[in-house]
Each structure stands twice: as structure tokens, then as C-alpha cells.
């Protein structure tokens, strides 16, 4: 496995490969990896020739009392981890890299990028477009995969590529959960065990609200579900929610009737400090 970490260099051997006739496959991560990384490289790996994993923990996209500088970082680990998935190449640059003295650039999308989790992280979808146009165009590649668990960030990133005419097939992989349902995040080693105990309230009233939605007979008002979802989390003292939302699965527009093209989207924070997200369609 090659690690770069200068844009000229992963530009040069994208541009050496695509002239080969080979298919690049792309992973943007913010590294730490976990078996969610993990199974995106393999899928990218099972659909293209070389697989291009990139590591960035991306300033743009965090906010002022947001964790950038407590962020998890493991270089070490993670490039052990890579190769054994059979990356290519790791693409780890420092922000100046990206991100020069003059760098004046922002992408930004309009209606995407509200409510769920631009509501509460103003500008986190600007840095999340411009960072991800940058990748597209350094590493050139065919198919780029991205986690469901990020919901909103995988509408945003299709509409980007819909946007602007990128000739890139975006995957959209499901989420990885951990034995008891949580969905796993970097994020998650921030918890210690009791919260890690409790932090499974969002898997559950997902699981609560599929029932729900079936026994309902496939619709049900969408608020009967929130109000399920919101009383699971907040019965922990420990945790506050930020949002619980059901919306369309393709526009992300909130909807009163839930139904088979609901997706169910909620966020919360574990004690003022962790920030864990997940979702799911309802059917």
C-alpha cells in the first residue's frame, strides 16, 4: 500500500492508473478506523481495480465548540488496518495541504443541507461539499462509497455529484452495528460504560418504530413515532436529544405520514459531550 500525502502525488498516480484503463475506487474517511471503514474499502475493492482510502479529520466541516482537536486518531492502527483490507493507497494530508493560505473556496448546497444535523451544525455541510469536490478531483475516481449512517451527508453528496455533472457512481453502503445494535462510530470510544450501555436507546426506538409502523398497517402520523423516539432517549437522564425527525427517504423533507418511504433520523448527545447519530427506514 502507497501512502501519500501530497495532492500532486495522488493526482499523479490517479491520472497513471485511469490511463491504464484501471477503475479507482474512493473512500473519504476521517480516520480511527472501525469495521464500518472497514467494509466500505471491501466493497470498494469487490467493485473496482485500486482502491484509494483517503484520511483527513477535515476542518471545514467541525464547528468552534465541536471536538477537531479531541478528534480520535490513530495513524499507526489505521494503516495496519488498510493494508490488510488491501488499499492501494492512503491519501493522509495535513490541513495546509488541502487547505492553503489563500484558499478562498466553498461549496455549498442549499436545501440538502438543512434541518437534521445542519440545523444544529451550521456550516458542517459546506465544509463537508467543499472537501469532498476536492477528493473527487484529486483522486478521479469511478465509484465512491459512503456510509448510510450519515444519512444526511450521503443526499448531500449525491445531489453534489447530481449537481455538478461528476461522472462518479456513489454507493451508498448500510450500517454497521455492533452486537447490540449500536451503530458503530468513531466517536463511540468517547463513552465510558454506562454510557456505552445506554447509547443503544437510539437502536431501539428504531426498532420500536418499525414495529409500530407494522402494526399500524404500513402508516402511521409521523409524530406518534417521534414522540416514542424522543421519550426512549430522554428516559436517561445522561442524554439530550438534538433532533428526531421522520423525512422522505430521497428529498429528506420532514413528513406528517409515515409510511414506506420514511426514513427515521435522530441525533443526541451522552452527558453534553458525545454526539451519536443514527438512522433507518422504517420498512
Known amino acids: 500500500m502507497r501512502i501519500v500525502r501530497t495532492t500532486k502525488e495522488l493526482q499523479q498516480q490517479a491520472n497513471q492508473w485511469r490511463s491504464n484503463g484501471l477503475t479507482i475506487g474512493l473512500v473519504p474517511t476521517m480516520g480511527f478506523f472501525h469495521e464500518g471503514h472497514l467494509s466500505l474499502m471491501r466493497e470498494a475493492r469487490r ?3 485500486r482502491v484509494i482510502t483517503t484520511l483527513f479529520v477535515n476542518p ?38 488541502m487547505y492553503g493560505e489563500q484558499f478562498q473556496t466553498k461549496i455549498s448546497l442549499d436545501k440538502v443541507s438543512q434541518g437534521l444535523c445542519g440545523a444544529d451544525r451550521p456550516g458542517h455541510f459546506d465544509g463537508v461539499a467543499t472537501v469532498v469536490t476536492k477528493l473527487f478531483n484529486l483522486a478521479k475516481p469511478h465509484k465512491a462509497v459512503f ?18 455533472n461528476f461522472d462518479i457512481e456513489i454507493i451508498g453502503h448500510p450500517i454497521v452495528r455492533e452486537e447490540d445494535g449500536l451503530a458503530m462510530s468513531s466517536r463511540n470510544k468517547y ?40 421519550s426512549m432517549i430522554e428516559q436517561h437522564p445522561e442524554c439530550s436529544v438534538e433532533y428526531v425527525s421522520i423525512v422522505h427517504q430521497s428529498t429528506l423533507r420532514p413528513m406528517e405520514i409515515a409510511d414506506g418511504e420514511s426514513v427515521l433520523a435522530m441525533a443526541m448527545k451522552v452527558n453534553n459531550k458525545v454526539r451519536l447519530i443514527d438512522n433507518s427506514p422504517l420498512c
Open 47 to 49: 467493485k473496482c481495480d
Open 191 to 230: 463513552l465510558d460504560a454506562n454510557e456505552r450501555k445506554i447509547a443503544v436507546c437510539l437502536s431501539q426506538a428504531i426498532g420500536q418504530a418499525k414495529k409500530m409502523l407494522a402494526d399500524a398497517g404500513g402508516s402511521l402520523p409521523a409524530q406518534e413515532i417521534i414522540t416514542m423516539a424522543e
Open 60 to 97: 471545514m466541516q467541525f464547528g468552534p465548540n465541536e471536538d477537531l482537536d479531541s478528534y480520535p486518531r490513530s495513524f499507526e492502527r489505521d494503516q495496519q488496518m488498510a493494508e490488510g483490507e488491501g488499499v492501494d493507497l492512503l491519501f493522509c494530508p495535513d490541513p495546509s495541504e
Open 147 to 164: 456510509g448510510q449512517k450519515d444519512f444526511q451527508q450521503l443526499a448531500l453528496i449525491r445531489q453534489l455529484v447530481a449537481d455538478l
